[in-house]
């Protein structure tokens, strides 16, 4: 297949651009074997030489001949006083037979995120093993995570050969224990080679001090290694950008990722299964009649249909499936734990949308690749989870198509990036359970209880004053003729609610099913008040998300702790104090206090009927039937 | 089987990047520095938007201390007019007389390039700046994202990065804090030039070698360029035919003798160069991973 318009490009290295990482456990010589490699590669100019010749003797003052090449990657003022890797660090070289983009690793436990990031582009691993260590946690952590994330090539270093006398048998050994985890965690194509960096035996050259290894050196590995190039698949593209310089132009703008697309192909915009023939392929060198996957290109369509970013334009005859649940592998990258329930957003292609992961099926244990129930993942953890998405996607498998299956998610108060995961397969619940069409709805089921349905969500402290408050409320909304329910946490946990206790993970569960029944509950027409601790704001948000524009009321009884353990109306400050309670919300569980309620309650001196009123008035203000005073 | 160029697919990469940012943040801007590597971005930010405009303005910050046919380049390029090019120029540190000959590299640096930028940045509000930089240049700059983020302060907090996976960029931020955005991270110096010859890129003619008058101090080339620049004891102005590998404020960049004064000839020499790019920069060898440390204050 040819490119029309394809440019030449007169550079020494057209193609065979080699992407691959040097992974393996802190202090085996990662970053050392790098430094190596460019310097026996020729790719150190004279100045780099000069200032690794005056670092190295300024930090071994012991050994004023040898070149310290870790301080070449280590670029980070952190890195070189302790003497370790924390970020990836990105090299680019060439030999007169290739080019490579070589990202190292760090090997720390604590950096595997990095880790991640650096294997997420790589076609091929270097993994370091040290000849006197063996096999180590870090280095089948690496291996998973390099399989997890679809590398299938890797060369395995069994470095410090010169530590161990170059011996035959412990190179064998750890080949042999190697070549079986690899095989388990699906890496068939596996090259191994005895090494010591410092030295450079078997890194640029062959080494004579391993007569009985008759293989070629690493770079010579690197140099003919072959990758193989995944199957083109269907024709996908993530539009990225609307293109409208005016009106005679809509372009819709972004990188194809998958198969080739030809001025006339039938295409479907997804998810929406809009059809239409593509027009023109643009690009700002002049219109092409076909592109291929990799290329950046905007095209335009035969007739006008609602396109927005994050869509995907693909194959008519084969489009990509659509789906709302998912089964995925995840990887978790935030310092916080995962927490099922709890609502991220998930970024795939150029589209964001709200998730929760409902079940972790399992975490992997990475040493012995075990799987073991869990109730949460923490920071560097992997596992299997499901996934409910609140508006369906496009998507393909991971190892069809990473663009369309590998996804990040992103925590909605930080903004951090807390993990990443690779679509599986859609879960067959997704496509079989559809909504069903009701004719009443809730406008018409509030109106004819001459209301507005609400959601009032009391959130704060125990002993507070919510239930209190809430039960002054309902009453006079009741006495002023309103259709009300008060759901009482408290009382939940007697019944909806028995099986959870009071763990992070079922207090997110516990407030995702109140926020549900409220749900309903609004939706029959009702006002709705909730009374639950809801301490985290991410569970809060959940709730409000739930509901329209102005449905959602938070009410935040802002009773200080102290006053609270004062109260004391349960005695459960007590029993948390005496330590008979774990997790107690403001003791050792934490409070994170609404930033923006609709209504604060203070009640500097007030009695809780003063307080009861403000919330009434706030409601009645949105609600049709005017009282006459209202407020007393 | 397809398969793309190298060239071809950092374009196609670069071109992803500008989008991606064009569509995820209010009020994007690309940073112009009128070198080789901003007449690459700009290349590059037109042929991702073509057929309509550029959808953000170029900012230039102007330490006052450029050269002269770098001004000229970029009024050239302003010109144009499909794209806005603003000048922001920290007008205090022009009243304090900030000056690289009497203050020193370090001082005029950082008043009239860091603290401008950060000026320029909170002035139109930008919360996403993108700059020319690439990771072949300089050892922490090996270490940094394409999607960088920073703190409303500015800053870089280098330990603790977000993950980058795939091509998949998180472009979530808070208000006030802002991602410095580098589309040619992947890119080499020597891409660049490859780049620059294929698709006909305009240079600073500063790139080619001419006879020009310099003066050898502590070591480098700087080259006279205006009346400001006063001799020391035993300094001579010599006509030497030289040229220049990267631009910055003229007397803080060394000039390198050379005779290549085409683009064949640049690419040919830079072929069996034996030294780095960021040699000639005065500023970078104020500290060892003194860039590190500017960046983390907020330098570009």
């Known amino acids: ?304 249909i609602d396109i927005s970013r994050g869509d995907i334009i693909a194959s008519a005859t084969k489009p990509a499936p659509v789906a709302d649940q998912f089964a995925a592998h995840m990887l978790w990258m935030g310092d916080a734990p995962l927490l099922p329930n709890r609502t991220y957003w998930l970024k795939v292609g150029a589209r964001t949308v709200n998730v929760r992961i409902t079940a972790i099926k399992h975490k992997v244990d990475v040493n012995t690749q075990a799987k073991l129930a869990a109730s949460r993942l923490d920071l560097n953890e992997v596992g299997y989870c499901n996934l409910d998405l609140d508006h369906a996607i496009a998507f393909e498998a991971y190892k069809t198509n990473p663009t369309l299956g590998g996804f990040i998610l992103i925590d909605r108060q930080s903004h951090a990036t807390v993990g990443c995961g690779m679509l599986d397969f859609a879960l067959r619940r997704a496509a079989n359970v559809h909504w069903q069409h009701i004719d009443l709805d809730k406008q018409i089921r509030s109106l004819s209880k001459g209301q507005q349905s609400r959601c009032l969500w009391f959130t704060g402290l125990s002993g507070a004053g919510k239930s209190t408050i809430a039960n002054l409320v309902e009453r006079r909304l009741h006495a002023l003729g309103y259709h009300t329910y008060l759901l009482d946490g408290d009382n939940l946990r007697h019944g909806l609610n028995k099986d959870l206790g009071f763990t992070n993970e079922a207090r997110v569960e516990n407030v995702r099913r109140v ?85 604060r309650l203070v009640a500097g001196g007030r009695r809780a009927e003063q307080l009861a009123e403000e919330v009434v008035a706030y409601l009645l203000q949105g609600q049709g039937k005017q009282e006459g005073g209202a407020a007393p | 089987m397809f398969s793309m160029s190298r060239l071809d697919a950092l374009e196609a990469e670069s071109i992803h990047i500008f989008r991606e940012t064009a569509a995820s943040f209010r009020r994007p801007v690309m940073l112009y520095s009128i070198g080789k590597d901003s007449s690459v971005l700009l290349h590059l930010l037109r042929k991702a938007f073509f057929p309509a405009s550029p959808p953000m303005p170029l900012l230039h910050v ?109 472009t979530f931020i808070q208000k006030d804090e802002s991602v410095r955005v580098f589309p040619l991270s992947n890119w080499t110096e020597l891409d660049v030039w490859h780049y620059i010859r294929r698709e006909n890129i305009p240079v600073v003619p500063l790139y080619f070698a001419k006879a020009r008058p310099v003066v050898e101090r502590d070591g480098a080339l700087i080259m006279v360029d205006d009346e400001r620049f006063t001799l020391r004891d035993g300094e001579q102005v010599q006509m030497k035919d030289v040229r220049f590998r990267t631009l910055g404020c003229y007397p803080l960049t060394g000039a390198i003798e050379s005779q290549a004064d085409t683009l064949d000839g640049i690419i040919e020499e830079m072929s069996v160069s034996r030294s780095s790019e960021r040699q000639g920069r005065v500023i970078d060898n104020d500290a060892n991973a003194s860039m590190e440390r500017k960046k983390q204050e907020g330098y570009f």
């Open chain 1, 1 to 304: 297949m040819t490119m029309v318009n394809a440019k030449q490009d007169n550079s020494a290295q057209v193609s065979g651009l080699l992407r691959f990482i040097t992974c393996g456990s802190v202090d085996d010589g990662k970053s050392t074997l790098l430094g190596r490699l460019l310097y026996d590669a020729g790719m150190l100019p004279d100045d780099q030489i000069a200032a690794l010749t005056r670092d190295s003797r300024k930090l071994h003052a012991d050994a004023p001949d040898v070149l310290d090449f870790s301080l070449l990657t280590d670029g980070l003022d952190a890195e070189r006083e302790q003497g370790i890797t924390i970020d990836v660090a990105y090299r680019y070289f060439h030999t007169a037979r290739r080019s490579f983009i070589v990202a190292d690793c760090p090997g720390h436990e604590q950096y595997t995120r990095n880790m991640a990031t650096g294997a997420s582009q790589a076609d091929l691993a270097i993994v370091l093993v040290d000849a006197r260590k063996g096999l180590l946690p870090q280095t089948r952590r690496h291996t998973y995570i390099c399989a997890l994330l679809g590398i299938r090539r890797v060369v395995l270093a069994v470095n410090k050969m010169d530590l161990v006398d170059y011996r035959q048998d412990i190179y064998d050994d750890i080949v042999h224990e190697y070549r079986e985890l690899a095989g388990k965690l699906g890496i068939d194509d596996v090259d191994c080679l005895p090494t010591a960096a410092l030295s450079g035996d078997n890194v640029g050259r062959r080494s004579h001090q391993t007569a009985w290894y008759d293989g070629p050196s690493l770079l010579e590995i690197l140099e003919t290694a072959t990758i193989a190039t995944p199957q083109p698949g269907e024709f996908r593209m993530p539009v990225q950008w609307v293109n409208r310089p005016d009106a005679s132009f809509r372009g819709y703008a972004g990188t194809i990722c998958g198969g080739e697309v030809a001025v006339g192909d039938a295409v479907v915009v997804q998810p929406a299964m809009r059809q239409a023939v593509v027009e023109r392929i643009v690009t700002a060198d002049g219109d092409l009649e076909h592109a291929n996957a990799g290329q950046a290109v905007t095209l335009t369509l035969d007739r006008e």
């Open chain 1, 515 to 599: 926020a549900e029944v409220a749900h309903l509950m609004v939706d029959a027409g009702l006002i709705v008040l909730a009374c639950v601790i809801s301490p985290f704001a991410s569970e809060r948000r959940f709730a409000r998300d739930l509901f329209e524009e102005n449905e959602f009321v938070e009410v935040f009884v802002d009773t200080p702790l102290d006053e609270c353990e004062r109260r004391d109306p349960k005695g459960l400050y007590r029993k948390a104090r005496a330590g008979d309670i774990a997790n107690f919300t403001g003791i050792d569980s934490p409070y994170e206090v609404p930033e923006h309620p609709e209504v």
């Open chain 2, 62 to 170: 102007d330490t006052t201390w450029k050269f002269r046919e770098m001004i000229a380049f970029r009024d050239q390029v302003a010109s144009k007019g499909d794209v806005e090019v603003l000048v922001h120029i920290n007008e205090e540190g022009v009243r304090q007389g900030i000056s690289p000959l009497t203050h020193g590299s370090a001082v005029h640096t950082d008043i009239m390039k860091t603290v401008a930028l950060k000026q320029a940045l909170d002035k139109y509000a930008f919360d996403a700046a993108i700059g020319g930089a690439r990771r072949d240049e300089e050892k922490s700059r090996a270490k940094e994202r394409i999607f960088s983020f920073r703190n409303a302060q500015h800053r870089w907090d280098p330990k603790n990065q977000r993950p980058e996976l795939w091509n998949n960029y998180n």
